[in-house]
């Protein structure tokens, strides 16, 4: 009960990349990103210009308690600073959660059910005016009326007493599991231990909200800001957004903003052709601009793959993500274990990968788990099936099945042209597993029709295209929705699509989510997948890989894995 | 003679003024008209060839030694987005006209295995389109003034109806199980009969008031047999001229519905299909864009000229009045034009002297 609805709010948004829907952004494998970084953008950063960012989704919500934010996002965490954020930093190293508004990532109690948090000082909005602990407990109070819905539902879910909670303006006495007992102390009280709460503490509706200048659905034309930038226009509901320094924004508080540019200006609502078109001519003010939610596609990359300048001016970007072969195991014949060890042996993830958009743009999974060290990525292939499948192992099991003639299964994908559950996918897994004696009949379904099935627990089919991304880089948000026997959802949208419902594994996600110590969390979440894993409940087929273009006249690129987008606060255009 | 689908009445009618002489016997003058017509040699000659080539796919495909949905990871470059290896698309001896990016798939079978969808949808969408356009048109027409009321409105909501949006709905909800040409065929055919309808019945008007049709009435044959014996042979012209124009609209339908994701299943390929994976591509990969572009222009180019053909074969002084104008304005081929027009003259005048007969 706890994800669905906005879940699958943004995840059925996500049509491209995830990334996008999320406002989540970064990047670049950190091998190849760091040469490419350097090769770019030649001389040191300076201040000043005007940064153009182009992006596809229009910034239609921005205020703090709507957003729903990885790690902040991207233009929203250029005015919302919030309790911590995520380092800036290329690859691997910005998956990590640090300080932002508070001296640390917070201090738990033994137990990890309650976090207490310490505000730096000299901290100012826009106006000057000091910010409290009491403007953060109220941006987060906000987050709870109905008419400001829209960011994630761990709040609700994880407070003391947020699941009856409705708001400050129909509740004015407030939250009583957020306590503030100075103006720079604010504590949370949880009802359950949560070691990644430093994580939900990125979020947007962790930013500070003063309560006079709070007007409710209207805030969000005129946001005060906290951070390096302040809202001047907001057009056509977010299409253009244009954003000026905050002069009471301060470099010596905040270490991992730099605020080159003097102004951003953030044109979206555009096709991503012309996006790309805009980046790779660089004309004009496109010459500074970039891209906090679109990608180059494979016909894309083909075309640049033979101009070297325009090569150089491409990010790569990983962001913990996982598409996959569902089953249903309620459904004949997937409840047979060697069935779908079969399909497993059978799979060509070259083919797949190749649909995907080839080797630039998707690599190989055997693992649910990302390939990223932060989600405790433990590697495993427990049924090898090479570079191009396994057919013949694929058969002898089916013949251990009980079926020595091979056997007809329907596999249900999307119409929707993405390469992540389209047609395309969809017939390279068709075609992979025709090799081992399986006829696969592909039904395709159009987008909403697909994810109401895919989400149903009744009317699910037995197997499909699904796929998976986490809020933030840690193995909890990735594994418990899919494997957590608590969380099928029997009517809403229920992501724990073979029903798996194992009293160890539920224990183990408990003991897991116990741990402060994030490394520590992370090796128990891998040794987790790697156990279910075994049980061949899904198909891993392949992770993402997210090429950004971006303007000629940029510099100073750092794209995380966190979120595999172009960092614009450290973007500069001098 | 009308054949403007959105025209209604008055054109169908100066229409039908024109076509009445030509009854069923004049079947063979026509035909030598249509002979004579260059474009309509070519057109016919290009149309007999894709049929022969998407009838004889699977000997084709075994003499390039492929098939439409093996995939050949090999010939496609991964790193960059799947674009084939070599020039053209990956043009070799063992793929004649290159592979398509990302699956390495050969690009000569699935256009030819396209051709047979694309062709077989266009036809038998056509098919169900004049059969139900004749069978309202005559009902309409001879039916009392009550019937025609009900069926006219009928037709006129028909024609209104915004027909890609419907098919889409249509194509979307039906049984995934339910064979995906003949889904086509039945989706096309039912939406777009109306402008057919019309044409029949708006000649069926006119061929009614004529003698021939009262002597028969007075003969004493019923209406169901002045249908069948008199009128259906006087509609035919109007009905041929009007299939050949839908015929290639009936085709770029079908490649819209494919484009759009709700015409044939995937593997099986068609020429909408495979220009709807091929539009990110026309940089990086043209061939992948011009070969079924190319496929589906040259057919609907072919039908159409074989339409205009028909049309002007069966109505000798509506082309008579078009050559002369022809001639006025190009004079480079004034002396050719006017060996036709007097061709044509000569024809028209063979039809008065078998009419008049």
Known sequence: MRQPSARSRRLAAAAISLALAMGAAACSGPQDNDAKADGASKGTPQKGGKLTVLNTEPQSDFDPARLYTSGGGNVPSLVFRTLTTRNRANGAAGTKVVPDLATDTGRPNADATEWTYTLKEGLKYEDGTPITSADIKYGVERSFAAELSGGAPYLRDWLVGGADYQGPYKDPKGLASIETPDDKTIVFKLRKPEGDFPFLATATQFAPVPKAKDDGAKYEEHPVSSGPYKVVKNEDDGRRLLLERNPNWSEKTDDQRHAYPDTIDVQSGLDSAVINQRLSTSSGADAAAVTTDTNLGPAELAQIGSDKALAARVGTGHFGYTNYLAFNPKVKPFDNLKVRQAISYAINRTSVINAAGGSALAEPATTFLPDQAAFGYTPYDHFPAGKTGNPAKAKELLKEAGYPNGLTISLTHSTVQNRETSPEVATAVQESLKQAGITVKLVGLEANAFNEARWSVTKSPGFFLSRWGADWPSGGPFLAPIFDGRQIVKDGSNFNHAQFDDPAVNKEIDEINKLTDLAAAAKRWGALDRKIGEQALDVPLFHPVYKRLYGKDVKNIVISDWTGVLDVSQVAVK | ?357
């Open chain 2, 1 to 357: 003679m009308s054949t403007v689908p959105d025209l209604p009445a008055s054109g169908a009618k100066a229409g039908a003024a024109t076509v009445v002489p030509a009854a069923a016997s004049d079947a063979r003058q026509a035909w030598r008209r249509l002979r004579r017509r260059p474009s309509a040699v070519i057109s016919t000659s290009v149309l007999g060839l894709l049929v022969v080539l998407a009838v004889a796919a699977p000997l084709l495909a075994a003499a390039e030694g492929q098939d439409a949905n093996t995939y050949h990871d090999a010939l496609v470059d991964s790193a960059r987005g799947g674009v084939p290896i070599g020039s053209f698309g990956g043009v070799s001896g063992d793929h004649w006209l290159g592979v398509e990016p990302g699956t390495g798939r050969d690009l000569f079978v699935r256009l030819l295995y396209g051709a047979r969808v694309s062709l077989l949808v266009a036809v038998g969408a056509t098919v169900v389109q004049v059969l139900i356009g004749i069978a309202v048109g005559l009902a309409a027409g001879l039916g009392n003034r009550l019937l025609d009321t009900v069926l006219s409105r009928f037709t006129d909501v028909m024609v209104a109806l915004p027909m890609l949006v419907l098919a889409i709905a249509l194509t979307a909800v039906v049984s995934a199980d339910f064979p995906r040409p003949l889904l086509l065929i039945l989706v096309i055919g039912l939406l777009n009969w109306g402008a057919t309808s019309r044409i029949v019945r708006a000649q069926t008007l006119t061929l009614k008031q004529l003698d021939f049709v009262a002597a028969a009435r007075l003969a004493g044959s019923g209406r169901w047999r002045v249908a069948r014996r008199e009128l259906l042979p006087s509609l035919a012209a109007p009905v041929i001229t009007y299939a050949a124009i839908l015929l290639p609209i009936n085709m770029v339908i079908e490649a819209s519905l494919s484009f759009l994701g709700v015409g044939v299943k995937p593997p099986t390929p068609s020429w909408g299909q495979m220009l709807s994976s091929a539009q990110t591509w026309f940089r990086a990969d043209p061939m992948y864009v011009l070969l079924p572009a190319g496929m589906l222009f040259v057919t609907v180019l072919a039908f159409t000229a074989l339409g205009d053909a028909v049309r002007a074969a069966l109505d000798p002084r509506e082309a008579v009045r078009l050559r002369v104008g022809t001639r006025a304005s190009s004079r480079g081929r004034t002396a050719r034009t006017a060996r036709a027009a007097a061709s044509e003259a000569a024809a028209a005048a063979d039809l008065r002297k078998d009419t008049s007969s």
